[in-house]
């Protein structure tokens, strides 16, 4: 999955633009809408970004995921060196702990950067302020260019701001 990030210059200009993408066959929970006022996305029926989107909960986990595994791994080698007792846990010690800091580092940074907002969103966020509409679709990487070429051609008022190379499976 591929992320695009178009800027809109109102509400009304993105409900023909998300009505478009639904034409096109691209599901309602693919496509996020992102404003400064809530309650006129919320009027117009548009599809609200939600926390995974707004925060930094994605790259938050990786991080913590990585970082947990490794300190884990370092854990069970120092557990290993120990005299007597490194001897009678062998390897399972290693792997025990790096599953272990894994899962810790993760939920811990999960729920950092569920406080926290999306870096990814801080360069939209003067635009925002300013009244424009961002909206984000998740679409296949065969997608990508016809989604563009659609926005592009029918809404000459939004502006392809960019793609994310990979998107997660599940937000």
């Known amino acids: 999955m591929r992320r695009l990030y178009f800027l809109a210059p109102d ?7 998300v009505d478009d993408l639904l034409l096109h066959h ?3 929970r693919h496509i996020h809408v992102v404003a400064s006022d809530e309650q006129a996305v919320t009027d117009a029926d548009l599809p609200e970004a939600g ?3 707004e925060s930094d909960f994605i790259p938050a986990v990786e991080r913590g995921l990585a970082l947990g595994g490794a300190t884990g791994a370092l854990a069970g080698l120092a557990a290993m ?3 007597g007792v490194g001897l009678a846990f062998g390897g399972g010690a290693i792997l025990g702990t790096t599953l272990a800091g894994a899962g810790v580092g993760a ?3 999960s729920m950092i950067g569920l406080s926290a907002p999306s ?9 925002i302020r300013d009244g424009q509409v961002l909206v984000i679709v998740d679409v296949p990487k065969r997608s990508e260019q016809p989604v563009i070429d659609l926005i ?3 809404h ?9 190379a990979t998107v997660p499976a599940f937000p």
């Open 11 to 17: 509400v009304d200009s993105t409900r023909r633009i």
């Open 26 to 28: 691209v599901a309602e």
């Open 51 to 53: 926390l995974l989107q």
């Open 81 to 83: 060196v120990l005299p």
């Open 107 to 109: 939920w811990a940074s």
């Open 119 to 127: 870096s990814r969103l801080r360069a939209f966020e003067e635009a």
């Open 152 to 154: 592009t051609s029918h």
């Open 156 to 164: 000459p008022e939004a502006r392809v701001e960019g793609t994310e």
